[in-house]
């Protein structure tokens, strides 16, 4: 290998350390605080390595605290948010890239600015429209904000990538005799499988980490999500940052766990339309 071989080697291993010790860093300090004892905490010099170790605030965590309930809630939360996101964005970005639709950009400018408003400027509103209602302390409240916060994000991001289709799948598919719907259903879908997997993961995050909306709209821990259930942790005189950390560690997990399961849809989604056919 040459000099300049080693040197652009070295470059990339020592930009892609620094990019995973700045990415995993906070949660690994998390995972060291959730295993260290309260009084080792509060030392005036902190210490990354746990000595001695301990379980006791995964076990205050679940079972003191009920956080099983919590991560219940914001599983079928985010679960359905993230199902209907999908199904209905899907619908839109495809009338909008597929079909003939005058103005269609302007629709589309309009989805866009939906999610352009303040979420402390709406959340007046919505509260007294839910209470009108009935979705205070339910979980269709919670699923129906943040679906319309979250489907202008899924309609942009699926009709960017369904846009680079080729459209001469869609004349194939026309002399074939496949309807508007087949072709939705039997080969756009299909074909599309990283961009939809990449779309749902953003909903997903988006609605498992969501706070002001879920704080706001929920008061009983059968409906209380993740970020709210954490939030009650702390009480006027103490901040149990052992139990916190420690809870942190538990949500941050599975998503850990969806973006490994995914990386290779997820790659393919990021990538596709960097070069339109």
């Known amino acids: ?48 390595w746990p000595s001695p170790a301990t379980l006791e605030h995964y076990a205050n965590v679940f079972f003191v605290k009920k956080f099983q309930l919590y991560v219940l809630n914001s599983v079928i939360v985010a679960g359905l948010t993230t199902l209907f996101c999908l199904a209905i964005g899907a619908l839109a970005a495809f009338s909008l890239s597929r079909l003939e639709i005058k103005g269609r950009f302007g629709i589309l400018g309009v989805v866009l600015s939906v999610s352009m408003f303040p979420q402390i400027a709406i959340v007046g509103p919505l509260y007294l429209t839910a209470s009108n209602y009935g979705f205070l302390d339910t979980y269709s409240g919670l699923v129906i904000v943040y679906l319309a916060l979250g489907l202008p994000l899924v309609t942009w991001v699926l009709f960017g990538y369904f846009d680079t289709l080729p459209r001469e799948i869609d004349e194939a598919a026309r002399m074939d005799g496949v309807g508007v719907i087949g072709l939705f259903v039997r080969i756009i879908l299909p074909m599309s499988l990283p961009g939809l997997v990449t779309t749902g993961l953003l909903a997903f995050i988006a609605a498992w980490n969501e706070f002001m909306f879920a704080l706001a709209f929920t008061s009983t821990i059968e409906h209380q999500t993740i970020p709210v259930g954490i939030a009650n942790f702390t009480n006027l005189y103490y901040v149990p940052w052992g139990d916190v950390a420690a809870a942190s560690v538990v949500v941050t997990v599975p998503l850990i766990a969806l973006v490994l399961f995914f990386q290779r849809h997820i790659i393919e989604g990021l990538t596709q339309g960097a070069v339109k056919e």
Do not use: C, H, N
């Open 1 to 48: 290998m040459t000099a300049r071989e080693i040197l652009r080697l070295a470059i990339v291993y020592t930009g892609a350390a620094l990019l995973l010790v700045w990415s995993a860093g906070p949660f690994l300090w998390q995972f060291s605080t959730s295993l260290q004892l309260d009084k080792a905490l509060t030392d005036p010099v902190p210490s990354f």
